[in-house]
């Protein structure tokens, strides 16, 4: 069993007129088996935390920490964090011309374990992945998300998640720019890994549709680099219905 703890944690970023304080004090803990929701207005800093974890450089940590199974998330390169078991699927996935997805793949894989697969099955376990996130496998021989739709980019994404066996799944925005066939394929691929008692689920929305697929335990809004309310699945409808008019004005 795995555990993502966040105390008291504190970004800035650096700015035209000096350093910005971005998150203000977040406190979260994501046990193995819990799907978490992190919905808010554009700006409060949800992208922030996502980025944070996986440790962007754009982004300075001033205070608090990030650990994981009781392991100094914080003091490890971006490398590290990915072989402790964080994964990081980005809102805007960039291209990498001259890499294919195959190559790309199989590098992270044995970045990550530490060992390279076995090509033999390696082959079949890219081929199944590609399949299940509703990709033809020959998608693998296209260079990495360049000319992908935005769709593609984050089935894509999901069959990383597939691959690559993390043990918390940090999903930031993965239901951007998705139409409604893209949105099912990309939830189960998310329900699929979140099925495992071993994993844990910490997923960013602004909308709750991605939500009508993808059941949270426990729902968090943020505004203004804090977390302002707390709740189960029930927060999501709520927000649904009322929207964030009033968290705002609370924390003005």
């Keep these: 069993m795995s555990k993502l703890e966040i105390k008291d944690l ?28 992190i919905m ?8 922030t935390l996502a980025y944070s974890i996986a440790g962007h450089p754009k982004y300075d940590i001033t205070g608090g920490s990030v650990t994981l199974d009781g392991q100094d998330v914080l003091s490890m390169t971006v490398d590290e ?15 990498v011309p001259g890499v294919s997805v195959a190559n790309f793949l ?24 590609m399949v299940q996130a509703g990709l033809d496998p020959t998608f693998s021989q296209r260079n990495v998300n360049e000319g992908f739709s935005g769709g593609e980019k984050k089935r894509h994404e ?52 991605i939500l009508r697929y993808i059941k949270p335990d426990f729902v968090h809004v943020f505004v203004a680099g804090r977390i302002a309310d707390e709740g189960g699945a029930e927060l999501a409808d709520q927000l649904e219905a009322e929207g964030y008019d009033k968290y705002v004005r609370a924390a003005v």
Excluded: C
Excluded at 29 to 34: L, P, V
Excluded at 163 to 185: Q, Y
């Design 40 to 47: 808010g207005p554009n700006g409060s800093g949800k992208s």
């Design 106 to 129: 199989r590098t992270a894989k044995t970045a990550v374990d530490g060992e390279a697969p076995k090509l033999r099955t390696w082959v079949k376990d890219v081929n199944a992945a």
């Design 158 to 209: 999901i069959a990383q998640l597939e691959l690559l066996d993390p043990k918390v799944a940090v999903l930031d925005e993965t239901d951007s720019g998705l139409d409604i066939d893209a949105l099912k394929v990309v939830s189960d691929g998310v329900n699929r890994f979140a099925e495992d008692d071993d994993k844990a689920v910490l997923l960013i929305t602004h909308y709750t549709r």
């Design 81 to 95: 964090r990915a072989r402790a078991g964080l994964f990081l699927a980005m809102q805007y996935p960039v291209e």
């Design 10 to 37: 504190r970004v800035s970023v650096e700015t035209e007129d000096g350093p910005k304080e971005i998150l203000k004090g977040v406190t979260l803990t994501i046990d193995s088996g819990q799907v978490h929701a």
